[in-house]
Structures are given as structure tokens and as C-alpha cells.
């Protein structure tokens, strides 16, 4: 067995053995939340995340094994990239991809970490050897097939509108790809209106509310920072690391043209629109693939930044290993809080019912490791999926509600008689209310 095919099935069974021992994060929870009350699609995002949860429930034997889904379908994901690299980059360079792959800090990180970009990442490598096979022997079969692939992106995070912004360009500069895609684009169209039909369907029910709240969240900001675009590239040439950058810069010709618009039309959307928004780290996180494309075509023999690279990425990566699952004090105040910082609040949980919360970050970790229904409160905080459920409204007398300490009751449901009879202290930052109706104005099922 070759030395790649070893990297491969190896780092397979090691992220499927971490991710089973690795405490759910709470968005994590919150997807697997949405698996377990089925829709066509989703306000926060669109619904395929929830299909890999749901699948994962069925094995939900031990820890975070619901995760292995979504696992699988990543590691698949840069199975298709090593064989679509294949034609261009020698089995070195492709080992040397593979490795970047596994250990950047967003790609790597997604292997054991399952959100809406794992399905995407999915999709975009799937559309990308769709893409190249069309281009080598166009036929109705790939066309249909790009489409749906696609179209399935679609249902896994708009994101995926990038492989087409990618795409526009070509189209325009290379003839050889543009009278194959106009030849095959009906079919392409109809490949991506049936991958992506749940979305729209759901969105059509609902006044296009996910579209209008992803719209607004990626572009809404009216008040623009001079630090937002400075902190995108600082972050993005941070993540890639200045090795990676500088060597896919220098790539040029060494690889087909469409690789350069893969990896940097995704990277410079995002710089564009720093300018009306904060953009997060893992939004370009497309682009990495072909940046990783890129760069290992054109980087020399000795490879000395390549391990530099790898070397600091895989130290980075075991520290944040042992401190998430050694949980040291100090880490409550950084980002690896996300891992544990319910954990209280779950042996709390275990004694209220109806339980509801403050958040759905709260909610969603609770429902997880309770495995029994908790909601958060209708109308509370930003508007999320549980907005749109009955189930997140109390129609009894009493329920129990988590919530920060300063945290001041809603209006809402004072106004329907709800008062505040107990503050159950949990920690430093969280209090259960105990809430009952005032007596004589019956509950909203009594009505």
C-alpha cells in the first residue's frame, strides 16, 4: 500500500476514534437538534447538515458517534480532490496535499467538527471532478450530474454559489470552457433545480425568511469598521499560513487556470465584502483545496516551509486536543469554552421540567446530552429555528427557564401573566428561573 493510500485510511480511523470521544460543541447540538424534528429546510441554514445527523442518530451508540456521518462524508470529500488532483500533481505532491489538508487549521479541524461546511466541502470537491471530467468528454449524464451536485451544495450552505462565481470567469477567458457548459447548461440547471428543491420550497412557504437572514448576516451591516478588512486578511494569511500563500501565488502555470480562480475568487468575495461586513474565519474555507493545489505544485524540492508548515499546524492542533479534553480553568475564556461550558448546566437540567433557555446555543447542548426535548424560549434573543416551533411556547403554568445572571424576564410573557418565583443559582453565569402564571389567569391550553 502506497504511502498516500496509508495517510488516508489511517487519518480516517483516527478522526472517526476523536470525534466519538470529543464532547459535542453547542452549534454542533444545535444541527442535531434540527435531525431530530425534520424539515424541508432550515432559517439558519439550509437543511443537509441535519440529513448527516440524522443518519448519525441511528448509530448513536457511545459519545459523539451521531458525528460519523458527517466524518465520512469529509474524508470522502479529499478522496475526490486526490483523485481529481490526480492528473496534475505527481503522488508526492498529492501525499504533501493530503497533509495540509489534515492539518490546516479550519480543513483539518472540520474532520472531527460537523456543521453545514462539511456537506458543502463535500459538494464543492464532487462539482469540481464533475466539473473536470465534463470539460475532458461533455455529455448529458455529467451535466445533469454537476447540476445536481450542485443543487445538493445548495442544500448544504449558499456558500456554494462561489464554485459558480469561480466558474464565471472561465467562461468568459476560455473558450474551451465556455461551449461545453452553454452546450450542457439546461441540464446543468435542471440537475440544480432539483438537488436544491427543498430549499426553495421551504423558503417559498416561509417568505424566504433563511435567504433574507443569510443575506443580511453576510452583507447586512450598515455601520463598516476599517478593522474588519484587516482582521480578514490578517486571519485568512494566518489560517493559510504566509508559506502557503507566497508558494500559490508563485504557482502561476503549473496548474490549470481554473485552480487560480478556485482558490482565489472565494478568498477575494470575502476580502470584497469585509467592506460591508465582518466575515468569519471558515467562510473561505472553499478556497483551501486549490490554494493547497497551488501551492505544492510550485514549492521546491526541499520542502522546508512545506514542514515548517505542516509542523506548526499539527503542534497547534494537539494543543487544542489536550486542552479541550483537559479543560484547564483558563481556557473558559477562549473559544475552547464551547466544548464544556454547559457541562454544569446539564447536571442542572436533569431536575426541571419543562425546561426551556435563554439561547439556542443553551438549548441545543441540553437537548443533546438530556436526550429529552428542551426548547428555547419563543421570542427570546435573536431569531432562530426555534422560532418557528410551537413546542418553543410554554402553554402550562409553570416552566423552568436557564438563563444569565442580569438577564430580565421578557415582556412577552410577563404581559400573559408569567412572573419570576425563584432564581436557582448553577454557576457563575447561569441561573434556572423557576416561572409561574399568577394565580387565576389559567394557562394558554386552558384558553
Not at 440524522?54 to 470529500?77: A, C, K, N
Not at 507566497?246 to 487560480?260: E, G, I, K, V
Request: glycine share 8%; charged share 20%; with cysteine.
Amino acid at each position: 500500500m502506497s504511502g498516500l493510500r496509508k495517510l488516508f485510511w489511517i487519518s480516517l480511523v483516527v478522526k472517526l476514534v476523536l470525534s466519538a470521544f470529543l464532547p459535542m460543541t453547542s452549534d454542533e447540538s444545535y444541527y442535531w437538534v434540527w435531525s431530530q424534528m425534520p424539515q424541508l429546510s432550515y432559517y439558519d441554514h439550509p437543511p443537509f447538515v441535519a440529513w448527516l445527523y440524522w443518519l448519525g442518530s441511528q448509530i448513536d451508540f457511545y459519545g459523539s458517534m451521531v458525528r460519523w456521518p458527517g466524518v465520512l462524508m469529509l474524508h470522502l470529500s479529499l478522496g475526490i480532490w486526490l483523485k481529481t488532483l490526480k492528473p496534475y500533481l505527481s503522488d508526492s505532491q498529492r501525499l504533501w496535499w493530503l497533509g495540509l489538508a489534515l492539518l490546516s487549521p479550519l480543513l483539518g479541524g472540520c474532520g472531527v467538527i460537523v456543521t453545514p461546511d462539511v456537506p458543502l466541502l463535500f459538494f464543492y470537491a464532487l462539482s469540481t471532478w464533475i466539473f473536470f471530467r465534463y470539460l475532458k468528454g461533455p455529455s448529458i449524464s455529467l451535466a445533469l450530474g454537476l447540476g445536481l451536485s450542485l443543487g445538493f451544495g445548495f442544500t448544504s450552505k449558499y456558500m456554494i454559489v462561489l464554485f459558480v462565481f469561480s466558474v464565471l470567469p472561465l467562461m468568459i477567458f476560455q473558450r474551451e470552457v465556455r461551449r461545453p457548459l452553454l452546450k450542457g447548461m439546461f441540464w446543468v440547471f435542471i440537475g440544480g433545480v432539483i438537488g436544491s428543491l427543498p430549499v426553495w420550497l421551504w423558503n417559498i412557504q416561509n417568505d424566504f425568511a433563511s435567504i433574507r437572514f443569510q443575506t443580511s448576516h453576510g452583507l447586512g451591516e450598515t455601520n463598516w469598521k476599517i478593522e474588519w478588512p484587516i482582521h480578514y486578511l490578517g486571519g485568512q494569511l494566518g489560517i493559510l499560513f504566509p508559506v502557503i500563500v507566497y508558494w500559490a501565488y508563485r504557482a502561476r502555470r503549473r496548474m490549470p487556470l481554473s485552480f487560480q480562480f478556485f482558490a482565489w475568487v472565494p478568498l477575494g468575495f470575502f476580502f470584497l465584502t469585509s467592506f460591508r461586513k465582518y466575515v468569519e474565519a471558515n467562510w473561505p474555507i472553499v478556497a483551501y483545496p486549490a490554494m493547497f493545489a497551488l501551492a505544492v505544485s510550485a514549492l521546491p524540492e526541499s520542502r522546508k516551509g512545506l514542514k515548517v508548515t505542516l509542523g506548526f499546524w499539527a503542534l497547534f492542533l494537539a494543543t487544542v486536543g489536550l486542552i479541550v479534553f483537559s479543560e484547564p480553568k483558563w481556557s473558559k475564556n477562549f473559544k475552547f469554552r464551547e466544548f464544556h461550558q454547559y457541562d454544569a448546566l446539564v447536571e442542572a437540567g436533569r431536575n426541571y421540567q419543562p425546561l426551556f433557555a435563554r439561547s439556542y446555543q443553551i438549548a441545543s447542548k441540553l437537548y443533546f446530552e438530556l436526550k429529552r426535548p428542551v426548547y428555547k424560549l419563543k421570542g427570546v434573543n435573536r431569531k432562530d429555528f426555534f422560532d418557528f416551533i410551537e413546542q418553543s411556547e410554554p402553554t402550562g403554568d409553570r416552566f423552568y427557564m436557564v438563563s444569565e445572571k442580569g438577564d430580565r424576564f421578557s415582556l412577552l410573557y410577563q404581559s400573559r401573566g408569567y412572573e419570576i418565583v425563584e432564581r436557582i443559582p448553577v454557576d457563575e453565569m447561569h441561573d434556572i428561573w423557576r416561572v409561574e402564571k399568577k394565580p387565576g389567569l389559567g394557562s394558554k391550553s386552558d384558553k
